[in-house]
């Protein structure tokens, strides 16, 4: 895989969190500190100290206090830091100003998370979307000031899109970010065709928040899928869909996609949409949480909230909670389901309750679809070769002249089907008497 560290060694890092303004406790931004080093590892550095500015002290200049830039001046030179990332948005006049005192890159978490997508996309579609957005992300930043930067090489901030549009101006970024929106309009167009077929068949798809295990469960149900599952933040970026036996005549497509995580770029989630469409035309979602994550429960409201920004309105969701067989303290699985009685409580990994939670998908997708049984002449073959393109076909026989159909639709589209059988009657008796 390309990783920066498969070309450099592993970079050293300091982390910064901010507690201020005072409501966020020092034990909230640990935890918000405790994965920024989880994507700082993913990304290739490790981290050597953590800094919480727990002041009012704060210089708009620096984002931080004058005291603890002085304080981190002298800690990135005697351990021969190689960046130090801000939990923090840092506007692009902070990063610069931090910069220059630090004498080393300065990068932020928007930043760190848009290095890691670029990583990690596989797809031209991926490669694609996290060009825009890095693109996007740099605009303001294209100041001149930033282009030392993409003079080095290698390491954490260095993987742009590319070391020559950093050094252009902004007006062919834009053309950049123009032509690459064009191209991703074009693939979307593209997917919506080849995916067009596939309408008739119950769509569900797997989100939840990034190493929710939510490739292992995919991996888990369609064996054959081989996602590729990994104890790294956004192991996956593109888009995977498999064929899910519930049981004899029952099929659902499933889908597993990117992840999610506190304080997602906006300009990742826009320029992932295309992707994230197939969340957006599933049936419903299985949400994946890792309950034994001891921020789960702030994780799943995360993954709410971007399911809202990506434009879900619906709330045809069930709730797996992933990782059982992890649980320090299982007694909390008594408490939870009380909590969340239509939930289901799983291990991937181990294979334990998927059944169950298949039976759940099961009455999931018998709530939004109904089964026809059908009549039709052998002759009305258009009425035929339509059902078979419009609607699931579970079952076919042949009585005589008839042919027996039974079909699986969704529940709203129940109606212009009957009307559709209906008036193709006179075809069957037209066909009948010709
Ligand atoms: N103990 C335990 N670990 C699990 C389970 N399911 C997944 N994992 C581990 O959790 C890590 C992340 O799993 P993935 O399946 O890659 O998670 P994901 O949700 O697809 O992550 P992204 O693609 O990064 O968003 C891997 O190390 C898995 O082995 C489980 O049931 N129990
Ligand atoms: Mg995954």
Redesign the pocket.
């Known amino acids: 895989m390309n990783t920066v560290t498969s070309e450099n060694r592993r970079e050293k890092a300091v982390l910064v969190g901010l507690c201020s303004p005072p409501e966020i406790p020092r034990s909230l931004v640990e935890e918000y500190l405790d994965e920024l080093a989880f994507l700082a590892d993913t990304a290739g550095a490790d981290t050597v100290e953590s800094f919480i500015q727990d002041k009012k002290l704060r210089d708009p200049a620096y984002c931080i206090g004058k005291g603890k830039v002085e304080e981190l001046v002298l800690f990135v030179k005697e351990k021969e830091i190689d960046l130090v990332i801000f939990d923090d948005d840092l506007s692009p006049a902070q990063a610069r100003n931090l910069e220059k005192s630090l004498e080393c890159k300065v990068i932020d978490r928007t930043g760190l998370i848009l290095q890691i997508f670029a990583i990690r996309a596989q797809s031209a579609q991926a490669k694609m979307q996290v060009e825009l957005a890095q693109l996007e992300y740099m605009l303001p930043r294209l100041s001149g000031q930033w282009t030392h930067l993409s003079k080095q090489k290698g390491g954490i901030g260095n993987k742009g899109p590319g070391e020559t549009q950093i050094e252009t101006d902004r007006r062919l970024v834009r053309n950049r970010i123009a032509l690459l929106k064009k191209k991703l309009r074009e693939v979307s167009l593209q997917h919506d065709t080849q995916t067009r077929g596939r309408q008739t068949v119950p769509r569900v798809s ?1 989100v ?13 149900l369609c064996p054959e899928a081989e ?11 593109d888009t995977k869909t498999r064929r899910l036996e519930l049981n004899i005549n029952k099929l659902v497509l499933l889908s ?6 506190r304080k997602l770029p906006h300009t990742l989630v826009e320029s992932f949409k295309s992707t994230l469409d197939e969340v957006l035309q599933a049936d419903f979602l299985l949400h ?1 949480i ?1 309950i ?1 994550h001891p921020g789960f429960e702030d994780q799943m409201q995360i993954v709410r909230d971007t399911l809202k920004e990506i434009g879900v309105g619906h709330d045809n969701i069930i709730d797996v909670f ?5 649980l320090e303290d299982p007694s909390i699985l008594r408490t939870m389901s009380e909590k969340y009685p239509d939930a289901v409580f ?5 294979g ?1 309750n998927l059944s169950l939670l298949k039976e759940m998908i099961g009455q999931q997708v018998a709530r939004d679809y109904s089964e026809r049984k059908i009549s039709v002449h052998v002759s009305n073959y258009k009425l035929i070769t339509w059902l078979y393109e419009h609607t699931e076909v579970i079952d076919k026989r042949h009585v005589d002249e008839e042919v027996e159909l039974t079909f699986r639709v969704r529940k709203n589209e129940l109606k212009h089907i009957d009307a559709l059988i209906n008036s193709s009657q006179t075809l069957i008796d037209d066909a009948a008497n010709p």
Request: hydrophobic fraction near 45%; avoid cysteine.
């Open positions: 797997l939840g928040y990034t190493n929710a295990g939510k490739s292992t469960l995919m991996n888990a996602a590729f599952a990994e104890n790294r933040l956004f192991a996956t970026l597993d996609t990117v992840g999610f995580i994946v890792d034994s992933n990782k059982i067989d992890a799983i291990s991937a990994r181990r334990l």
